[in-house]
C-alpha cells in the first residue's frame, strides 16, 4: 500500500516537473535592465544567502553600473577579490563612460581590459548564464546590455589529490581522482602530452544538470565506438545524476546479469593504459570513479601494478587471481557436493575427520554453509560502515570469535569455518570490487545446485554461468575475449603478459562485433 503511493507521487511529481524543465530549455533573453536581472536571479534561487551580488558604479554616469555574480563555495574567493573585485573597482572608473554606453565592443573592452582572468565568455542566454553560476562560474552584468561575461574561477573546499582508497599498490603513482572533473581530466593529461587525445562534454540530468565528459585517444579509439558511446549517454533521460553507478547503469544494455560489464577505476594510470588500448573513458563531475568501456572479463583481473614489476612475478599474480575467483565461486560448492553425495572421492583418512567432526553437528553441511557465510558478509558489510578506527579490528575479532564460539557450540564444523574462511580471503585477491561482488553472488546459487545434485550441479552450474558469459557483449565487444572468440595475438596480455619488448598494443575494437 505504502510501495504503490510512494511510486504513485513521484509520478506525479516527475509530471509536474518535467513540462517545467522543458520550458526552461527555450533560449531566453537577458535583460538589460542589471537590477531586473539581479532580482530574477534571486528569485529564481529563493533568495539564497549564498547568492553574492557586487555593484559598481561607473564614473561620471550614474546610469551605467556593473555587477558581478557568484555562488559563495563554488569560486575561489580569494581570486575573485584578486582578479575581478580588485579590477573593477579601479577600471570603470578609468574608462569613458560614453564608451561603456554607446560602443558595441563594450564586453570586449571589459574583457581585454578591466578583467585579468584567464578564461571569460559573451553569453546572451539567461538559461546558460544560470547554468554557468551554478557551476562555479562568476557573471559580471553590465546595465543596458543583453549579453554578460562568464569568468571561470571555479574553487571551494574539493578534497586534493591523494593516495587510491581502494586500489592500493605498492610501486607506482600514488594519485587518484577526486571529485572535481576538472582535476581529473588534468590527471590524464600530465599522463597523455598528445593533441590527439580528445574529449566531449554533455549536460546530464533535467534537475542536477550532471557534466558528463567522454575522453578517447583520435586514431586509436574506433569511430563506430565513438558514436555508439556518445549516443549512448545523449540518450539518458533522468532528472539527476549523482555518480558514475547512475551512468553505468543506464548505459549498459545487458542489466540481468551478476557480472560488470563497464569497467570503472579511480586511477589515472589505469584510465590512461585503456585509453591507449583504444577504450573509452567516460567522466562523471562529483565522483572518482571514472567509467572504461568497452570491458572484458580478463580485464577485472589485471592491477595497474603488473606494468610496473618483471612479467614473470605479474604472470604469477594473474594466475593468483583467477584461482582465487574460482574458490570464491566453488569452493564452498565442491565441499557440499563431497560431503554429501560423493565421500568415496575423499581420502579415508579425511572422511574419518570429517565425520567426526559432523556426528554431533544438528544441521546438514548446505545449512552450515549458507550460515557461516551469511554470518562472513555481515561481519564484512558491518567493518565497511563502521568507523575506520574501529571498523578492521571489529571485523576481524568478531570473526575470530564467532567462529570459534560457533565450532565449540557444536553448531558447526571445524572444516566449514576453514572452508568459508578461504572464500572470503580469496574474494580479497580480486583487483576488481564490482567483480568480487559479483563472485559472492553466484557462490550461493551453485551451492544449492550442489545440495540438490552433488558435484553434477556444480557441473551443470558452470556450463550454465560459461554460457551467460559468452553471450554478453559490452559495446558490441564480447565479453570473453581474446578468450571465446580466440584471438593468439591478444593472449600476450590475459593471463600471460608478455615482456614489454615484444609486446604490442592491440586495439580493443578489433574484436567488435555487430549488435
Same mark, same amino acid.
Given at each position: ?250 548505459? &549498459? ?150 567462529? &570459534? ?10 572444516? $566449514? ?51 551467460? $558469459? ?46
Amino acid at each position: 500500500m505504502v510501495f504503490s503511493w510512494l511510486l504513485k507521487s513521484l509520478k506525479t511529481i516527475d509530471q509536474q516537473s518535467l513540462p517545467q524543465l522543458k520550458q526552461s530549455e527555450k533560449k531566453i533573453p537577458i535583460q538589460k535592465d542589471i537590477r531586473a536581472t539581479i532580482s530574477q536571479l534571486k528569485c529564481k534561487l529563493g533568495y539564497s544567502p549564498d547568492l553574492i551580488v557586487r555593484t559598481f558604479q561607473v564614473q561620471n554616469s550614474p546610469t551605467n553600473q556593473i555587477a558581478t555574480i557568484y555562488m559563495q563555495g563554488l569560486v575561489d574567493e580569494d581570486k575573485v577579490n584578486h582578479f575581478i573585485t580588485h579590477s573593477l573597482c579601479i577600471t570603470p572608473g578609468e574608462l569613458n563612460s560614453s564608451s561603456l554606453i554607446y560602443s558595441k565592443n563594450c564586453f570586449e573592452d571589459i574583457k581585454t581590459k578591466a578583467l585579468t582572468v584567464g578564461n571569460v565568455q559573451i553569453e546572451n542566454d539567461w538559461n546558460n548564464m544560470l547554468h554557468q553560476l551554478l557551476s562555479g562560474d562568476i557573471i559580471i552584468l553590465v546595465n543596458g546590455f543583453t549579453n554578460c561575461i562568464i569568468g571561470n574561477l571555479r574553487g571551494g573546499e574539493r578534497r586534493p589529490v591523494s593516495e587510491p582508497q581502494v586500489e592500493t599498490n605498492i610501486r607506482g603513482p600514488k594519485d587518484s581522482f577526486t571529485e572535481s572533473i576538472g582535476t581529473n581530466i588534468a590527471l590524464i593529461r600530465r599522463k597523455i602530452k598528445n593533441p590527439n587525445l580528445w574529449m566531449e562534454s554533455i549536460c546530464i540530468g533535467d534537475i542536477s544538470k550532471t557534466d558528463v565528459t567522454i575522453m578517447y585517444v583520435k586514431g586509436i579509439a574506433e569511430e563506430q565506438l565513438i558514436e555508439k558511446t556518445r549516443k549512448s549517454i545523449r540518450n539518458i533521460k533522468v532528472n539527476f545524476i549523482l555518480d558514475s553507478g547512475y551512468v553505468e547503469e543506464l548505459i &549498459q544494455k545487458q542489466a540481468y546479469t551478476p557480472f560488470p560489464t563497464i569497467f570503472n577505476s579511480e586511477r589515472p594510470d589505469v584510465i590512461a593504459g585503456n585509453l591507449l588500448e583504444g577504450r573509452i573513458a567516460v567522466f562523471v563531475d562529483g565522483t572518482p570513479n571514472t567509467l572504461i568501456l568497452p570491458t572484458t572479463f580478463s580485464q577485472f583481473f589485471k592491477a595497474a601494478e603488473d606494468y610496473y614489476q618483471k612479467f614473470d612475478f605479474s604472470v604469477f599474480m594473474r594466475v593468483i587471481r583467477y584461482l582465487s575467483f574460482f574458490i570464491v565461486i566453488l569452493m564452498p560448492a565442491i565441499y557440499i557436493a563431497l560431503t554429501t553425495y560423493h565421500q568415496e572421492m575423499i581420502p579415508t583418512p579425511l572422511v574419518i575427520t570429517l565425520l567426526a567432526q559432523r556426528e554431533d553437528t544438528p544441521f546438514p553441511a548446505v545449512v552450515e554453509a549458507l550460515l557461516m557465510e551469511f554470518i562472513f558478509e555481515i561481519i564484512r558489510e558491518a567493518g565497511i560502515r563502521m568507523p575506520r578506527a574501529i571498523g578492521q579490528a571489529v571485523s576481524i575479532v568478531g570473526a575470530i570469535v564467532i567462529g &570459534q564460539a560457533a565450532v565449540q557450540a557444536g553448531i558447526v564444523t571445524a572444516m $566449514m569455518v576453514i572452508i568459508v574462511s578461504i572464500t572470503g580471503i580469496a574474494s580479497f585477491a580480486l583487483p576488481s570490487y564490482s567483480l568480487s561482488i559479483s563472485a559472492r553472488l553466484i557462490r550461493f546459487p551453485i551451492m544449492g545446485a550442489a545440495a540438490i545434485l552433488g558435484i553434477y550441479g556444480v557441473i551443470m552450474s558452470i556450463i550454465i554461468l560459461v554460457a551467460h $558469459m559468452n553471450s554478453l557483449k559490452s559495446f558490441g565487444v564480447p565479453y570473453l575475449s581474446p578468450f571465446a572468440p580466440f584471438h593468439f595475438k591478444q593472449q600476450k596480455d590475459t593471463i600471460w603478459r608478455a615482456p614489454f619488448e615484444s609486446e604490442k598494443s592491440y586495439p580493443i575494437g578489433n574484436d567488435r562485433e555487430d549488435d
